[in-house]
């Protein structure tokens, strides 16, 4: 997994040549270390066919406000730079493959 951040986000997320989801999460949101494992999983698990960026609000505000992030864990999936899907709050692994899965 990558850490993203306001400076490379162009370059690590909107440039990149697969599908990109991005966790916009937080160091004290307890729902955003609940599902960190589930994402870590499926990093593996999609290696090759999607990649995996975390993006932390407290410290990127900008980018957060560009994707109007107002409820954290958010996940938007991009795909040639557009975001293509976006789920907000904490996710089940099969609720997590089956986003992948339909946006890939």
Do not use: R
């Not at 697969?18 to 729902?31: K, R």
């Amino acid at each position: 997994m990558i850490a993203a951040n306001d400076s490379n986000f162009q370059e690590h997320v909107l440039d990149s040549d697969m599908p990109v989801i991005v966790d916009f999460w937080a160091e004290w949101c307890g729902p955003c270390k609940a599902i960190a494992p589930l994402i870590e999983q499926v990093a593996k698990e999609y290696a090759g066919q999607i990649k995996v960026v975390k993006l932390d609000v407290d410290h990127n505000k900008e980018t957060a406000s560009k994707y109007s992030i107002k409820g954290i864990p958010t996940l938007i999936l991009f795909k040639g730079g557009e975001v293509k899907d976006t789920k907000v709050g904490m996710l089940t692994l099969s609720q997590l493959t089956a986003f992948i899965d339909q946006n890939i």
